[in-house]
């Protein structure tokens, strides 16, 4: 996985840790060709309301997109919803093969 955090770019392994403060721009892509599993924590909590929000339940196990993007339909959901949770998306998101 690639994890873009401010200027930043980090390239995430089995076991890595990253930690991001708070209001910093940041994106992720899933750069290889298996599912990824990782356990992000939101504080606070009222963040997730935002995920409930904005996701689009999986219809099969696969990753999101041919490109590793979100489906286009999620995207504009973060548009339009991310703005009462704080959030903004900014872009561009993190190019294939960074």
């Known amino acids: 996985m690639t994890y873009r955090a401010g200027d930043d770019v980090h390239h ?9 403060p708070k209001g910093i721009p ?4 899933v750069t290889g060709s298996t599912p990824v599993r990782f356990l992000g924590l939101t504080t606070p909590g009222a963040l997730l309301a935002l995920y409930d929000e904005v996701g689009v339940p ?5 990753l999101p997109g041919t490109d590793g993007r979100p489906p286009a339909e999620e995207i504009g959901r973060w ?3 991310g703005p009462r949770y704080g959030l903004q998306v900014v872009g ?7």
Not at 26 to 29: G, Y
Not at 58 to 62: F, G, I, L, P, V
């Open 12 to 20: 995430l392994e089995a076991g890595s840790f990253i930690y991001l």
């Open 26 to 29: 940041h994106a992720f892509r």
């Open 58 to 62: 999986a219809t099969e196990r696969r």
């Open 79 to 81: 548009n339009e919803i």
């Open 92 to 98: 561009p998101p993190i190019p294939e093969g960074a």
